[in-house]
C-alpha cells in the first residue's frame, strides 16, 4: 500500500475511498457525468434534462436546424424580390470605385537602344533587375556583354 500525502502532511488513502465507490463531488453538487446529486447521493435531475430546460427557456439559445451544405437538388431556391437602391451620386461614385479593373489592352512599347549607338541586333540579350529608388524592380534589358554586370562567374 502507497501512503499519499496532502500538502499539509496529512494521510489519503486512496483504495478505501475507491472502495466506498462514493461519486464525486464539487462545489455544484454534481456527479461525473453532470447529474444533479440529492443529500445520500441519488441523483435528483440528470444532465440532459438540466440542458434541455436551459435551452428551451433561454432567449438567446437556438435550437434551429440548417443544413451547411446549402440548397440540395432537390430544393427550390428561394429567391429573394428586387431590391431598390437609390440612385446617387454617391452610388455612382462607389460603383466606380468597386467596379473589377480592366485589363490593359495598350502594347508595351519596344525597348530601343541608347541614343547614339547602333545594334547590329535589335533584340537584347538579355534582362537584368534594376531597383528604383521608390524600391520597385524593373526588367531592363541590355545589348552587350559589357553591360551584364550581374552575371555570376
Not at 10 to 30: C, H, K, T, W, Y
Not at 63 to 87: H, M
Amino acid at each position: 500500500m502507497v501512503q499519499r500525502k496532502t500538502n499539509k502532511g496529512q494521510v489519503i488513502d486512496f483504495e478505501a475511498l475507491m472502495a466506498q465507490n462514493s461519486p464525486a463531488l464539487g462545489n455544484m453538487r454534481v456527479d461525473a457525468d453532470g447529474n444533479r446529486l440529492g443529500p445520500n447521493g441519488e441523483i435528483i435531475e440528470k444532465r440532459e434534462d438540466r440542458v434541455r430546460a436551459y435551452y428551451k427557456d433561454h432567449p438567446q439559445s437556438s435550437t434551429a436546424q440548417a443544413s451547411l451544405k446549402g440548397l440540395q437538388p432537390d430544393q427550390d431556391p428561394v429567391t429573394p424580390g428586387p431590391i431598390d437602391e437609390p440612385k446617387t451620386a454617391k452610388t455612382a461614385k462607389e460603383n466606380k470605385r468597386t467596379a473589377p479593373l480592366q485589363p490593359d489592352t495598350t502594347p508595351e512599347p519596344e525597348p530601343t537602344p541608347p541614343a547614339g549607338e547602333e545594334f547590329d541586333n535589335e533584340e537584347p540579350l538579355g534582362f537584368k533587375e534594376v531597383e528604383l529608388p521608390n524600391g520597385d524592380i524593373e526588367m531592363v534589358p541590355y545589348y552587350t556583354e559589357d553591360e551584364d554586370e550581374d552575371k555570376s562567374v
